[in-house]
């Protein structure tokens, strides 16, 4: 189940593990990815906390983690080849993976088809 942020994250459960990262429309907006300063594994994160800081040519945005948990696993690929988000952001370019503290943070966010209808008008 993938489910997406008004600030334009996505993340996708299995269990009790989510896979987080930022959506395809949110790396459109941030043009060519050059730098990653993603969290550590075991870090502690509060839903709503500054997950990483995402630099592009354009400028530095800060993404927000969408659920609370611990840290299991970054995606080291990034700290060499950051523009994976560029290239493959709802897949290879995911940026952490979290042990969910509590499932129903999940319950607010959108699913796909309501997520690309407010990217849209976000336009």
Do not use: R
């Amino acid at each position: 189940m993938k489910k997406y942020t008004k600030t334009h994250e996505w993340i996708e459960t299995d269990g009790k593990t989510a896979t987080i990262g930022i959506t395809n429309y949110a790396q459109e907006q941030l043009g060519d990815i050059v730098y990653v300063d993603a969290p550590a594994v075991d870090d502690e994160m509060e839903k709503g906390d500054t997950l990483c800081t995402i630099e592009s040519v354009k400028s530095a945005n800060d993404v927000y983690i969408p659920v609370s948990g611990k840290i299991t696993a970054v995606n080291e690929e990034l700290e060499d080849a950051p523009e994976k988000i560029n290239e493959a952001a709802e897949g290879d370019g995911w940026i952490v993976k979290v042990s969910l503290d509590d499932e129903s943070e999940l319950d607010e966010y959108m699913d796909e088809d309501d997520y690309k209808e407010f990217a849209e008008s976000a336009e």
